[in-house]
Nanobody, 128 residues
Framework: QVQFVESGGGSVQPGGSLKLSCATS????????VGWFRQAPGREREGVSC????????YYADSVKGRFAISRDNAKNTAYLQMNNLKPEDTAVYYC?????????????????????WGQGTQVTVSS
């Protein structure tokens, strides 16, 4: 059974940090790129970051470059998103998903997904 379980969200003040985790099961994560996505109230889901399967290349939405860092641990079938210097506009539910390939622009790339499944996501709220 394929599963992605996001965790690590929470409420922080502007400038704070969070590290999200994406624990996967039911498939071999190292075969795929991994994307992090977010959806704010009233907005469509958008790509935030992506890490390739082949060489670990990383890609970021313009709005998070220099603040977020994506990583993966294939041995643990887990991906991460370190988020620093958080801003109120980062408030959203964050999701992870395996994708066939990363693409640009990260925010609007038409990702192709090997599995028709989304996890519950993890809420990130940035507010003073």
């Amino acid at each position: 059974q394929v599963q992605f379980v996001e965790s690590g969200g929470g409420s922080v003040q502007p400038g704070g940090s969070l590290k999200l985790s994406c624990a996967t099961s039911g498939f071999t994560l190292e075969l795929y790129a991994v994307g992090w996505f977010r959806q704010a109230p009233g907005r469509e889901r958008e790509g935030v970051s992506c890490i390739s399967s082949y060489d670990g290349s990383t890609y970021y939405a313009d709005s998070v470059k220099g603040r977020f860092a994506i990583s993966r641990d294939n041995a643990k079938n887990t991906a991460y998103l370190q988020m620093n210097n958080l801003k109120p506009e980062d408030t959203a539910v964050y999701y992870c998903a395996p994708v066939f390939a990363c693409g640009l622009p990260v925010e609007r790339h038409r990702y192709e997904y090997p599995y028709a499944y989304w996890g519950q996501g993890t809420q990130v709220t940035v507010s003073s």
